[in-house]
Antibody, heavy 120, light 112 residues
Framework: QVQLVESGGGVVQPGGSLTLSCAAS????????MHWVRQAPGKGLEWVAI????????DYTDSVRGRLTISRDNAKNTVYLQMKSLRVEDTAVYYC?????????????WGLGTLVTVSS | DIVMTQSPLSLPVTPGEPASISCRSS???????????LDWYLQKPGKSPQLLIY???NRASGVPDRFSGSGSGTDFTLKISRVEAEDVGIYYC?????????FGGGTKVEIK
């Protein structure tokens, strides 16, 4: 079965850096685009970034562009989110999620999430 | 960016009764292929979101047929024909027509 397991969350000071990882299993990872979606405490869902199946195309929401970088290693079935110049407003649970192959490309599987807290 | 607006914010429901959630997009979600790029997700308490409906009206694998989706280019509805206790949680609509992917603010469904 499809599994997405995030790791790397923790507490970091404003201006600091952190790298999240998401280990995928149960499907052919190299065929799928992968998203990061975040959810601030008690708030709704916010899309962060996508990397296409081959790693050649990325896109970001404006508020993180230039500070967060999505990447993937298809040999390791892992997607990453490098986070730098972190702000208090980046505090959230970060979900790794799979871009479905079916028409419309919905987000068809989500990980359990990893909590990032930006605080002094 | 495409803005997604849901209503109501909160929806108390009685088990066995129907329920309906609305979602409006700031621009049409109709793709040139004729499909509407609108999805519905349910986030049960303490859990990750799960896909319910894609392309406006297609149930995802394993989703009970009491869930149905409909809508035009900008106005969409998720209906639950007979609410069950396990349906509580926050429902989100989302568009994947263009990046950034955007979500509605969520509708909290709770049992009366």
């Amino acid at each position: 079965q499809v599994q997405l397991v995030e790791s790397g969350g923790g507490v970091v000071q404003p201006g600091g850096s952190l790298t999240l990882s998401c280990a995928a299993s149960g499907f052919t990872f190299a065929d799928y685009g992968m998203h990061w979606v975040r959810q601030a405490p008690g708030k709704g869902l916010e899309w962060v970034a996508i990397v296409y199946y081959d790693g050649n195309i990325e896109d970001y929401t404006d508020s993180v562009r230039g500070r967060l970088t999505i990447s993937r290693d298809n040999a390791k079935n892992t997607v990453y989110l490098q986070m730098k110049s972190l702000r208090v407003e980046d505090t959230a649970v970060y979900y790794c999620a799979r871009r479905g192959l079916i028409l419309g490309h919905p987000i068809d599987y989500w990980g359990l999430g990893t909590l990032v807290t930006v605080s002094s | 960016d495409i803005v997604m607006t849901q209503s109501p914010l909160s929806l108390p429901v009685t088990p066995g009764e129907p329920a309906s959630i609305s979602c409006r997009s700031s621009q049409s979600l109709l793709h040139s292929n004729g499909y509407k790029y609108l999805d519905w997700y349910l986030q049960k308490p303490g859990k990750s979101p799960q896909l319910l409906i894609y392309l406006g009206s297609n149930r995802a694998s394993g989703v009970p047929d009491r869930f149905s989706g409909s809508g035009s280019g900008t106005d969409f509805t998720l209906k639950i024909s007979r609410v069950e206790a396990e349906d509580v949680g926050i429902y989100y609509c989302s568009q994947t027509l263009e990046f950034p992917v955007t979500f509605g603010g969520g509708t909290k469904v709770e049992i009366k």
